[in-house]
């Protein structure tokens, strides 16, 4: 796998992207600090973006299966150089207007890019080396989160917010760069799966092949679960730091969960060879939501860093595992239609968290929403565990 230079190339543009993203997602709370006192607002203008991605998905997913992956990835990456514009104009003007249309356009490039990514994945390595990539991959992200932040952190200081999206608009030029010299195989156009009885290709498509395969169905279901601390993660960061009077808790928090997520990453290989997919799949869920529990004592500084260390690792270990499953279980020829249905999914969750985040951190405040969140994580893991049983016993009846 690692004499494969399509897998460098999408580590170091993963790495770069990474760099990119988060001095622009510094930036814009930096931005939305200034200019928008209320969190429920926050999130609505955050929302917004996801919706405009959810509106794409259908059509981006057809699209990753009938063209050519990395012509997909570039055309998306291209939309995202661009988006960043949008923000420095929104910067040079004071207008939040300006920052959602930022949000829009980099929330349509993100639709088309992570499903072509994740559907090409599988054509750069074999199935046997998923879980080892998926797992690196991540921890590549993560690295880049936490030197992305700590940098961000540095330049807010020392330089104008200006100069963090420059860095930003730097690195995703880099990232175009570099997937302009990805190559590998691919079979869209003659792929008999892209075609419906009417000689068409339908994202519809894709819903009856999810329904025929169980363990993807119940991953699917699964993976909204860490969306309940994920989907309002950066207004929970503000909110901390508010609490505990405290700007650099920001950065503990980032850094915290950034290395935990890698341990949890790094390890997941030798876990897998011991456990189960779904024994590790809810075991994490579980921590989850007792990680969650314990922002019940935000306002102490190292109940807020374990709590984020649990979240971190618990993370770390899922996703690699539920990317995996998805990858080796559902067909090659579906992989765009689904990876954006995906998206779509977790864009609603994201979008529907988000908002009842910024809700309820205006009205019963952080403490009491995070033991709520906890207790629901907690008891729709359980559900889940039940239902899955239930399941795998009606298999071996059959």
């Known amino acids: 796998m690692w004499k494969n230079r399509n897998v460098w190339i999408i580590l170091a543009g993963e790495f770069i992207a990474g760099l990119g993203l988060w001095l622009g997602i510094i930036g814009n709370l930096e931005f939305m600090q200034e200019k928008i006192p209320s969190d429920f607002l926050k999130s609505l203008l955050m929302a917004t973006g996801l919706v405009a991605g959810i509106v794409v998905g259908p059509y981006a997913g057809k699209i990753t299966d009938q063209k050519s992956k990395r012509t997909v990835m570039l055309w998306s990456g291209l939309l995202r150089t661009i988006s960043v514009v949008f923000m420095l104009i929104a910067i040079a003007t004071g207008s939040v207007w300006w920052m959602l249309v930022f949000f829009v356009s980099i929330q349509i490039s993100a639709a088309f890019y992570f499903p072509a990514l994740q559907a090409a994945i599988p054509l750069i390595v074999k199935d046997k080396d998923l879980l080892q990539l998926n797992?690196?991959?991540?921890?590549?992200?993560?690295?880049?989160?936490?030197?992305?932040?700590?940098?961000?952190?540095?330049l807010l200081v020392l330089l104008p917010l200006s100069m963090?999206?420059?860095?930003?608009?730097?690195?995703?030029?880099?990232?175009?760069?570099?997937?302009?010299?990805l190559n590998f195989e691919e079979n869209n156009n003659n792929s008999p799966a892209m075609k419906n009885t009417n000689g068409k290709s339908s994202f519809k498509d894709v819903l009856?092949?999810?329904?025929?395969?169980?363990?993807?169905?119940?991953?699917?279901l699964m993976t909204l679960v860490p969306l309940l601390f994920?989907?309002?993660f950066n207004l929970l960061v503000i909110n901390i730091s508010e609490l505990q009077d405290s700007s650099a808790i920001k950065g503990w928090i980032y850094a915290a969960e950034g290395i935990s997520f890698m341990i949890g990453a790094f390890f997941i290989k030798k876990i897998s060879d011991k456990l189960t997919s779904y024994t590790i799949l809810f075991s994490s869920s579980i921590l989850v939501g007792l990680s969650q529990l314990l922002l019940y004592f935000a306002d102490?500084?190292?109940?807020?860093?374990?709590?984020?260390?649990v979240f971190g690792f618990s993370v770390g270990?899922?996703?690699?595992?539920?990317?995996?499953?998805?990858?080796?279980?559902?067909?090659?020829?579906?992989?765009?239609?689904?990876f954006s249905f995906r998206n779509?999914?977790?864009?609603?969750?994201?979008?529907?968290?988000?908002?009842?985040?910024g809700f309820f951190l205006d009205f019963i405040g952080l403490q009491l929403m995070c033991?709520?969140?906890?207790?629901?994580?907690?008891?729709?893991?359980?559900?889940?565990?039940?239902?899955?049983?239930?399941?795998?016993?009606?298999?071996?009846?059959?």
């Open 135 to 154: 797992g690196v991959h991540m921890n590549v992200a993560t690295l880049s989160r936490i030197i992305g932040t700590a940098v961000a952190g540095i």
């Open 164 to 181: 963090l999206y420059i860095g930003s608009l730097v690195a995703y030029l880099g990232l175009l760069i570099l997937t302009w010299f």
């Open 208 to 220: 009856p092949v999810i329904k025929g395969l169980p363990v993807v169905f119940m991953t699917l």
């Open 230 to 232: 994920l989907g309002g």
């Open 300 to 309: 102490v500084t190292v109940a807020t860093i374990a709590a984020f260390l």
């Open 317 to 338: 270990c899922f996703y690699p595992t539920a990317s995996t499953i998805f990858q080796t279980k559902v067909p090659k020829d579906f992989h765009g239609r689904f």
């Open 344 to 357: 779509m999914l977790d864009r609603i969750g994201f979008q529907i968290v988000l908002l009842f985040t």
């Open 371 to 398: 033991v709520l969140y906890g207790g629901l994580t907690i008891l729709i893991t359980i559900i889940f565990y039940i239902k899955n049983n239930q399941l795998r016993t009606v298999q071996q009846e059959n």
